[in-house]
Structures are given as C-alpha cells and as structure tokens.
C-alpha cells in the first residue's frame, strides 16, 4: 500500500513556527505535542523570523508585487532547465541534509517530488522517512555526558565513551560522538580549530595574541552551551567583557542558529556600547553574515580563535561550569519560561553580587563600573545566595 505523505496547512506551519519563536518549549517538546518531526520545525522557524521583515515594507508593497507578478511571467517562458537551476541555487548546497530535506515543495507544479530529491542530493526514502523522536534514554544520557564534562571539559568521544562504560551505559564512541556534536560540546585541547566553521563563510585572523588586556570594552567574547531539562534542551548564548567578566548579555533558542546570537550582540551593543575587539570561536553562528555584519557596521575588529588558541575560550567555559552546577542540575526547570527567568536571576548574582578572585574581590559589574539597575534589578533571590556562600 503506497504510503501518502502529510501535508499541513500554512496556518499550521504559522502556528508551530511562533511557539518555536517564543521559546517556551524544545523541540523535542514541540514535536511531540504537534506530531511533527524536529528538523521541519526548525525549519519552518527559520522560515517564519525570515518572512517577517517583508510585514514592515510599507510604500514598497505596491512595486514589490508588480516585480514578483513580472518576475513569475518571465519563469514561465524561462523553462525546465532555468527552473531546475533556481532550484538548485548555491546557498542550498551548503545546507545540511535536514534543511535540504525542509526546501521540497511537494506542490511544485513543474518538479516532482524524486526530481527535487535528486537535484538536492538526498534519497526520495529519506523524504518520506519519520524520525523516531528523541527518547528519555537518550535525554538522559546527553544529561550525563553534559555533567561530566563539566567535570573533564578535556574529554573527546573516546574518552568519554569509555568513562561511559565504566558508569554502565552500553554506548560506543560512534553514538557519543553524535550526541556531542549535537549538544556543541568541543574537547579543550590544542589543536587546529576549536569548531568547525561553515564552508563558505569568512573565517578572521586572531588579533589578541600578546595583547594585555586591562579594561572594559577592551575586548567581548561570546560562546554557546547546551543546557539539559527535564524534557529536552535549549541552547544558552552569553556576550562577556573579557577584562571584567561581566556578562553583557545572554539570550535562550531552541535551535542552534545565529539568530538568537545576533539578538543578544545587539542587546550588547544598544547597552554598552561596542568594544575594540569582539573574539569567538569558528563556529557558523559567529561566522554567519548576520553576526559580523553587525561587527562590522559598527567598525568593531572582529578575531576569532586559530591554531594553539585552545585556552583563549577558558574564562568563558568556566561561566558554564558555574551556571550549570550552580543553576541548571540544581532546579531541573519544566519549560523554557521558568528556565528563563532562573538565568536572568542567576546572572543577576553573577554580575552584581559574586565577588571574583581575578578581580581582586570585586563583582564583574563593579570592575565593569557600571551598575545597571534594568540588569534584572541588580539583586539574586536569597535560596541562591545562600547556596552561593555555603
């Protein structure tokens, strides 16, 4: 019997994309409730944040809509051959399997579905294949991986998976390496690249070897870490003054895009202004033209970490480690929201109420010299301060 595959309305596709936007749940959560497997709804987010500036175009509608109604006319005397070559336009060869897999339009009035699959490079048994969703086993052992390393931030997936195995989880390195790479965890040793950046994004040289750096604004680092819950994960962003250690800004996704990194540099940057020098590893979040144009318009030097850097992202590991083990494990929020709003507690410690041995017993925020009072109301509740001085 000939398998037909779901197709959903764009009201649906809207709905889910907004409750991806707003955060409240993963995608693990998201899929389960809608019934629809993770990668299209990371997908149909992505779709959805895009579209958006075309609702605030204003006069230009008008001229918009005669180009795209003169535009149509021409691809109708254009062709197969001319269609298949827009079809296969070069920002879709870099895309991962996942996003490929989200571009077919099962509706193409001139391609079928097998002709789509082949000019993507994807097999037409993938397309219609269901994912089975991410099972509490699984969860459960990203959570384990994460805690430990915190613990050996040094561990790759050979040496993670046999400390695995002694713990008496039956998992081989193939399985760890996997579960890493999707939770963005990178071993700290020295080595050529600290991640891997995308293929046809710009990569930086470094500009801070040798230079002592000694005040605010000086030089921001920024970097991403995986966050476990109860079911599922998201993804935490954090824009550091490298002098101070204050966290400058800080922003929560379900799906590891450059999106939410560009919302918490532009928060940054409206609040304090811009530094001399902006440094971050290679990863596709920071290489991406929305994350460095933003550097760039603001004339801001861009260095991201090269070969024998490995140490340089040390100060902002450790920030993790704390936020970890000092507010994640120790509440195990539900949803998005309550995570939410336990790291905007937590960094309000962080900044304005943990004195810092490096800075000679000053909080980040009086190094810094600037005590924000919008920065979450400068104070922690009291269970975490009490935690904190135990």
């Not at 040798?210 to 079911?231: G, K, S």
């Not at 539900?334 to 937590?346: D, M, N, Q, Y």
């Amino acid at each position: 019997m000939k398998k037909t595959r779901k197709r959903y309305s764009a009201e649906f596709k809207a709905k889910v994309a907004m409750e991806a936007i707003r955060g409240e749940l993963t995608l693990a959560e998201l899929a389960a409730k809608h019934g629809v497997h993770h990668t299209m709804i990371g997908a149909w987010k992505r779709q959805a944040m895009e579209g958006m500036a075309g609702l605030f175009d204003g006069g230009e509608q008008a001229s918009k809509a005669e180009a795209e109604a003169e535009i149509e006319k021409l691809h109708a005397k254009i062709g197969q051959l001319l269609v298949e070559r827009d079809f296969l336009g070069e920002s879709l060869r870099s895309m991962s399997a996942g996003q490929r897999r989200s571009m077919i339009e099962p509706a193409h009035p001139r391609l079928s579905i097998t002709r789509q699959c082949r000019l993507l490079s994807i097999s037409r048994s993938s397309y219609y294949y269901t994912p089975v969703p991410q099972s509490e086993e699984m969860l459960a052992l990203m959570r384990v991986i994460d805690a430990v390393f915190m613990d050996c931030p040094w561990y790759g997936s050979r040496q993670m998976a046999r400390h695995l195995q002694r713990l008496g989880h039956a998992v081989g390195r193939r399985r760890v390496r996997r579960l890493m790479a999707k939770m963005g965890l990178v071993a700290i040793y020295q080595r050529p690249r600290t991640s891997d950046p995308h293929p046809e994004h710009r990569i930086y040289p470094y500009l801070l070897r040798d230079l002592e750096i000694t005040r605010p604004n000086q030089a921001w680092c920024a970097d991403v870490t995986y966050l476990p819950m109860r079911r599922g994960f998201l993804y935490l962003v954090a824009i550091m003054d490298w002098a101070t250690r204050k966290v400058l800004a800080w922003r929560l996704s379900n799906t590891m895009d450059a999106a939410f990194c560009v919302e918490a540099l532009e928060e940054a940057m409206v609040r304090y202004g811009k530094p001399d020098i902006f440094n971050t590893d290679q990863g596709s979040q920071f290489t991406s033209q929305a994350f460095t144009g933003m550097l760039r318009a603001a004339e801001v030097k861009i260095s991201m970490d090269g070969k024998g850097r490995w140490m340089d992202n040390i100060f902002i590991e450790r920030l993790w480690r704390s936020v970890k083990y000092e507010c994640v494990y120790l509440h195990a929020f539900e949803t998005g929201s309550e995570l939410r709003a336990g790291l905007g507690r937590w960094f309000a410690y962080y900044n304005h109420h943990r004195p810092h041995s490096r800075l000679a017993g000053k909080t980040p925020a009086e190094a810094y010299g600037q005590i924000d009072a919008s920065d979450h109301g400068g104070h922690a509740p009291h269970d975490l301060i009490t935690t904190m001085a135990a």
